[in-house]
């Protein structure tokens, strides 16, 4: 009788056991996914203005974007000097097979500190297999202080995880 109640304690021991360990593997793939894997990160970007008509290159500059855990990211660039551009700070997300979304805003400021605009980037990002690398297109917005949009734009960028 003693080695009967041994053995069902033994089988439901590693049944429970399978069951906890299947459940920790569902919970990590539905994690990985939520959080889009590894575009978590800070990453060297090299922006390309472009001629939303035409494609054809405006100019080129640096940037960095941190992309955090839950969803938010925040930035800088090189484009505008700090005193007139407050850093970026957005959320992103994932679309499914490497891709995301990701807005981002920032403040415009004159040369005598008042501010004059809001720029909005909308991306959508492309990561690569290796997660080393991503490119991305975006959209470019700009608003008055009223919210009223006053120019647009468009770009391309190729960022490098930094490590």
């Not at 080695?3 to 906890?20: D, H």
């Not at 593997?25 to 035409?54: M, P």
């Not at 097979?97 to 805003?105: C, I, K, L, M, T």
């Amino acid at each position: 009788m003693k080695s009967k109640t041994a053995v069902i304690v033994l089988c439901l021991a590693v049944i429970v056991g399978f069951s906890m360990a299947a459940s920790q593997i569902a919970t990590a793939e539905v994690s990985d996914q939520s959080s889009g894997g590894r575009l978590e990160g800070t990453w060297r970007v090299q922006v390309t203005q472009r001629n939303c008509q035409t494609g054809d290159e405006l100019r080129t500059f640096p940037a960095i974007l941190t992309f955090a855990q839950g969803g938010t990211l925040t930035g800088t660039t090189t484009v505008v000097p700090v005193a007139l551009r407050s850093p970026d700070h957005g959320v992103w997300n994932f679309k499914g097979a490497g891709n995301y979304r990701a807005v981002s805003e920032a403040f415009l400021f004159n040369p005598a500190g008042a501010w004059v605009s809001t720029q909005r980037i909308t991306q959508a990002i492309d990561l690569a297999p290796n997660s080393n690398t991503f490119t991305s297109n975006a959209s470019v917005e700009f608003f008055d202080t009223l919210g009223n949009t006053t120019s647009t734009g468009c770009a391309t960028a190729l960022a490098t995880r930094m490590e």
